[in-house]
Nanobody, 115 residues
Framework: QVRLQESGGDSVQAGGSLRLSCAAT????????IAWYRQAPGKEREWVAT???????DYADSVKGRFIISRHQSRRIVYLQMNSLKSEDTAVYYC?????????WGQGTRVTVSS
């Protein structure tokens, strides 16, 4: 059974930091690409960052230089370290993966950045 569980969302002042976690079960973690997406109120869900099976990372332009995605292989957790947070980072953050031709999402964790 594939399951993704996000945690770590909180309220924080602009300029602060948070670290989100995505715990993955039911997948071959070592060969799976894991991505973070976010959805702000009234807006479309957008891609934020990806860590792929080859160990590389990719970031949306809006978060480059501020966010870091990483993976802990043995714990099967993907992290999103968010620094220098801005009010526009306020959103529900979701992790995502693909397995056997299907897409899976977690339930999301809410991040609120106040100015």
């Amino acid at each position: 059974q594939v399951r993704l569980q996000e945690s770590g969302g909180d309220s924080v002042q602009a300029g602060g930091s948070l670290r989100l976690s995505c715990a993955a079960t039911g997948i071959n973690f070592s060969i799976s690409n894991i991505a973070w997406y976010r959805q702000a109120p009234g807006k479309e869900r957008e891609w934020v960052a990806t860590t792929n099976s080859g160990g590389t990372t990719d970031y949306a332009d809006s978060v480059k230089g501020r966010f870091i995605i990483s993976r802990h292989q043995s714990r099967r957790i993907v992290y999103l370290q968010m620094n220098s947070l801005k009010s526009e980072d306020t959103a529900v953050y979701y992790c995502n993966t693909n397995s056997r031709g299907s897409t899976f999402w977690g339930q999301g964790t809410r991040v609120t950045v106040s100015s």
